[in-house]
C-alpha cells in the first residue's frame, strides 16, 4: 500500500505563541466550504505539559496560518486550571461542528530520554488539585460549536473513573442516531472479551445519553498491535462501506496504523480489516522528537478531489500529512495481499 508523505514534512511545527512554543500534534481537520481548517494540540511547555486547542486554516490542506492567536479552548474554560486538554477529532452534522476531546484533570510534567517512553513526575497543585486520584484518569467529551472558535460543552462521553480516549463521531446519524467509538482501557478480561484495550462502539439519541459500548475490535495476536490497539480518524463514508483508520501499538511502544472497513447501515459489523499496518515510523520526524520516539498518529483525515488526506502527530512534537487516492485505499483493505 502506497501512502505518500508529504515533502514539506513536518507541515505544523511549535512555535510562534507562548501556548504552543514546546510542541503541537494530534489535530482534528476539517473541510468547511473549501476551506481546511486544523485544530492542534499543543503545549507551551512539558513542564507541566499543560495543552491547549488551537485552530489553523488552508486553502490547500498544506500550508496553515492561525485563525486567531489565542486557543479556541483550554482546560481552564473547562473548569480544570490545571489540566490538559487533547487528541480533539471533529465532524459537522446538520450544520452544527462537534468535536470529541480527551481531558486530564492535572497535567504531568514529560521529561524526554528519546529513547522511549518519557519519565514522569507528578508535579504539586494548589487548592487540592491532584491529591483526587481521578485527577490523573483521562476522560472523554464533546463541545459543539457554530464557527470552531466558540465552543460549548455538550457531554463526557465515558464515565470519570476510568481512563478512556479515542472517542471519535461518526460525521452522520446512522439509523437516526449518533454513533461513537471509544477505547476504555479498564475494559479488558475475561468479561469484556479483550486482554488488551480495544475499540468499543456506542450509540445515542441526544449526544449526552449512551447506549452500553459493544466491542467491535481488539488486538489480533499480530506484534504490531499486541500491546493495544484505538481508533484514530473519524470514519469516511465510501460505497464500500465506513473506513476508519486505527492505531496499533507493539511492546517497544512503537505506534503503526491499521485500517478497518465497517458496514454502512450496521457499524458494529466489520466488513475488512488488514492484518498488516499500512503505515510505521519511516522518516526521522517520525522516529525522533521532543517525546515520544517512533510514533505515527493520525487524528484528522478529509478527502477531497479523490483524495484521502491524512493528518498525523510525530513523536508528539510535530504535524504531518500523507496522501492516498481514497478508492485505492478501500480496495486495498478489502483485498490486502496475505
Known amino acids: ?30 473541510i468547511d466550504e473549501g476551506k481546511f481548517y486544523m485544530i492542534e494540540r499543543t503545549a507551551g511547555s512539558l513542564t507541566p505539559c499543560k495543552n491547549y486547542l488551537g485552530l489553523l486554516e488552508s486553502e490547500d490542506g498544506v500550508h496553515f496560518t492561525h485563525v486567531v492567536d489565542q486557543p479556541v479552548l483550554t482546560p481552564d474554560e473547562l473548569g480544570f486550571p490545571y489540566g490538559s486538554v487533547q487528541d480533539p477529532r471533529v465532524v459537522k452534522i446538520d450544520g452544527t461542528f462537534y468535536m470529541n476531546y480527551a481531558l486530564r484533570p492535572c497535567a504531568m510534567s514529560y521529561y524526554p530520554t528519546n529513547t522511549g517512553v518519557p519519565e514522569r513526575s507528578i508535579p504539586t497543585y494548589p487548592d487540592g488539585w491532584g491529591e483526587d486520584p481521578g485527577h490523573w484518569l483521562t476522560r472523554s467529551s464533546i463541545v459543539k460549536s457554530d464557527n470552531l472558535i466558540d465552543w460549548e460543552f455538550v457531554a463526557d462521553t465515558t464515565e470519570l473513573d476510568i481512563n478512556d480516549r479515542d472517542n471519535i463521531l461518526f460525521p452522520e446519524k446512522i439509523n437516526g442516531r449518533y454513533v461513537l467509538l471509544r477505547r476504555p482501557e479498564e475494559y479488558i478480561g475475561e468479561a469484556y472479551g479483550t486482554e488488551k484495550a480495544a475499540m468499543w462502539i456506542t450509540s445515542s439519541d441526544d449526544l449526552i445519553n449512551w447506549d452500553e459500548p459493544k466491542l467491535l475490535a481488539k488486538a489480533e495476536n499480530m506484534a504490531w498491535e499486541s500491546r493495544k490497539i484505538g481508533g484514530s480518524t473519524p470514519p469516511v463514508k465510501t460505497d464500500k462501506g465506513w473506513l476508519v483508520l486505527y492505531h496499533g501499538v507493539d511492546e517497544n511502544i512503537v505506534y503503526r496504523v491499521g485500517a478497518l472497513l465497517l458496514d454502512l447501515d450496521n457499524p ?44 498525523y502527530g510525530v513523536t508528539d512534537t510535530a504535524i504531518a500529512l500523507a496522501t492516498v487516492p481514497l478508492d485505492e485505499l478501500v480496495e486495498y483493505v478489502l483485498n490486502e495481499p496475505k
Open 1 to 30: 500500500m502506497k501512502i505518500t508523505r508529504h515533502p514539506l514534512n513536518p507541515i505544523v511545527v511549535p512555535g510562534e505563541y507562548e501556548w504552543r512554543k514546546a510542541t503541537v500534534f494530534n489535530p482534528a481537520v476539517i
Open 268 to 311: 458494529e459489523k466489520i466488513i475488512a480489516r488488514t492484518h498488516n499496518f499500512i503505515m510505521e515510523p519511516e522518516t526521522y520526524y517520525e522516529k525522533f522528537g521532543y517525546q515520544i520516539p517512533n510514533v505515527v498518529f493520525p487524528t484528522g483525515n478529509v478527502v477531497k478531489d479523490g483524495l484521502l488526506y491524512i493528518y
